[in-house]
């Protein structure tokens, strides 16, 4: 219990002092990216413009993206409900937030799992795209603390939900496609195996 209240209030150290972190011209930058439509909509269209435009295929990697994303969500939402940890800027008067501090329960970072869903999905089924889109992942999640209106466990929490479903999601398609592939004969021959 000891080691857990130590972690939290190194946590909430850490938040208080990010704040002697904010540079006024990267401010508008961190609040780009902690917008809706970056934490992973961008994500799912990257993805759709690799896969439908590039290689000329159906969506597939943005209709992934989006499962990862929707899973992710469902998974945090289910987290905050659980732990219902209080936003920084709402339990400590030294942390200014600069956005508006959001109702929801502050651990998981939504943000931050959503995005990595989305970059791990994306970044696996298109490589090329995987270390920008990781990286762009990585801003948005330090993006929550910078603002502060998350936490650096939270931040860190999410990110790793967000990476185990994208990984889960890839790896689920993946065996689906090659369960596909197998003729339909090869399939029944491998049911009859002991």
Known sequence: MALLTGILELDGLLV???QALRWELLTPLFVLLSTWWVKWPLFVA???CYDGICR???PR????TALGVGVAATFVTVLKQL???TRPALADPNITALVTTPDSASFPSGHSATAFAAATVVGSLCPRLRWPLLATAGLVAFSRVYLGVHYVIDVVAGATLGVVVGLAVVGLARRAARTR???PAARNELRSLP
Do not use: Q
């Open 16 to 18: 208080e002092e990010s």
């Open 46 to 48: 990257v993805g759709a």
């Open 56 to 58: 000329n295929k159906l």
């Open 61 to 64: 990697v943005a209709l992934l």
């Open 83 to 85: 732990v219902d940890r």
């Open 181 to 183: 592939a197998v003729s």
